[in-house]
């Protein structure tokens, strides 16, 4: 039996997000991994301490500051190695990049609002997620940009 929109709750439905990745003409990305990753670093002031609070490997997180890096003319993340009290910060520039991307993601999803009300009148709520679901799921290597 499929549940109607009606009979489902309200908070499920409103958890209907809209997600925004920037394809850069220059070939980089900005996208929602990327801002977590400047929360994380913001937070814990270190590249690893980020990586440990996102559950990622040190590596992945340094791969994707140093794409955030190469990929503005103005650096994201400024590193500190070696310093005693912790290894990054984000720049002015970061705050403000964070700014306008979390800017176009209120925009996006104010716009869609509407428009997403029809996809959400259609959807089979008794749906549930399968592991054959992930092959569904878009793949991006951070380090290669695709």
């Not at 500051?65 to 970061?94: K, M, Y």
Request: hydrophobic share 35%; charged share 25%.
């Amino acid at each position: 039996m499929r549940m109607t929109r009606a009979e489902h709750e309200p908070s499920q439905i409103s958890a209907l997000q809209v997600g925004v990745v920037l394809r850069l003409p220059n070939g980089g990305t900005l996208g929602p991994q990327d801002l977590e990753l400047i929360d994380a670093v913001r937070k814990e002031r270190s590249i690893i301490g980020a990586s440990r609070a996102l559950g990622l490997s040190y590596r992945k997180c340094w791969l994707s500051v140093d794409a955030l890096n190469r990929t503005f003319e103005s650096p994201v993340v400024a590193t500190f190695p070696g310093r005693r009290e912790g290894g990054a910060e984000i720049t002015p520039f970061g705050e403000r990049l964070a700014s306008i991307y979390r800017s176009i993601e209120r925009h996006a999803a104010h716009s869609a609002k509407r428009t997403l009300d029809e996809v959400i009148a259609s959807l089979n709520w008794s749906y549930q997620k399968t592991a054959s679901d992930a092959d569904r799921e878009p793949h991006r290597d951070r380090a290669s940009g695709r």
